[in-house]
């Protein structure tokens, strides 16, 4: 069984900066990709950031610029460095992990909370 355990949430005024992390219990090259997804109360979950295998990274349009994906192969860690917070960013942030197998089921943290406000 994977664990992803995530860190980092916490309060910060708008204009600040957060950096979470997701720790896995095995290698990260197992998994075809691993990222960052959020949901804000009443809203469907979201894609935030991936970082594949290769290193490749995606960002939803709304962060682009300000959240920066990566990762610690030598600590099976990721990482989503969040700067220029705005109150939307406010959100559950949860870790995931794609399995290479296409017909396995995503793996998932606990979530963490991000709240941005002043």
């Known amino acids: 069984q994977v664990q992803l355990v995530e860190s980092g949430g916490g309060l910060v005024p708008p204009g600040g900066s957060l950096r979470l992390s997701c720790a896995a219990s095995?290698?990260?090259?197992?998994?075809?990709?691993m990222g960052w997804y959020r949901q804000a109360p009443g809203k469907q979950r979201e894609l935030v950031a991936t970082?594949?295998?290769?290193?490749?990274?995606n960002y939803a349009d709304s962060v682009k610029g300000r959240f920066t994906g990566s990762r610690d192969i030598s600590k099976n860690t990721v990482y989503l460095q969040m700067n220029e917070l705005k109150p939307e960013d406010t959100a559950v942030y949860y870790c995931?992990?794609?399995?290479?197998?296409?017909?396995?089921?995503?793996?998932w943290g606990q979530g963490t909370q991000v709240t941005v406000s002043s």
């Open positions: 995931n992990a794609r399995p290479h197998l296409a017909t396995m089921l995503d793996y």
């Open positions: 095995r290698n990260i090259f197992s998994f075809a990709a």
């Open positions: 970082i594949t295998t290769s290193g490749i990274t």
